[in-house]
């Protein structure tokens, strides 16, 4: 079975960073696309980000794009998002989600992914 953990949330002020971690066990990571989601209060989960199998390829929301970074370590079996320039409306609870692949897809949509984690709060001070 496999599981995620995410961690590195926390409070931040407007204009700061941080950078959040998303652990993979139970399963060979090589063969997951990863992707970053978040859900705010009183709003549906959104897809923030994604990364192909080898790391080649990234996808970003509009509002991703340009101040996060996704990546991952394969040796590690860790995937990583990079927040700057953060803002109070980046304030929700972030989960990583694993999708097996068997081709060079990073999905988008929340209905594509099998394996979650528990989430990670990020708050955003103004």
């Known amino acids: 079975q496999v599981q995620l953990a995410e961690s590195g949330g926390g409070l931040v002020q407007a204009g700061g960073s941080l950078r959040l971690s998303c652990a993979v066990s139970g399963g060979a990571f090589s063969n997951y696309a990863m992707g970053w989601f978040r859900q705010a209060p009183g709003k549906e989960r959104e897809f923030v980000a994604s990364?192909?199998?080898?790391?080649?390829?990234?996808y970003y929301s509009t509002y991703a794009n340009g101040r996060f970074t996704i990546s991952r370590d394969n040796a590690k079996n860790t995937v990583y998002l990079h927040m700057n320039s953060l803002k109070s409306e980046d304030s929700a609870l972030y989960y990583c989600?694993?999708?097996?692949?068997?081709?060079?897809?990073?999905?988008?949509?929340?209905?594509?992914?099998?394996?979650w984690g528990q989430g990670t709060q990020v708050t955003v001070s103004s």
């Open positions: 990364i192909t199998w080898d790391g080649f390829s990234t």
């Open positions: 989600a694993a999708r097996r692949v068997f081709s060079n897809q990073a999905p988008r949509p929340i209905t594509e992914y099998a394996y």
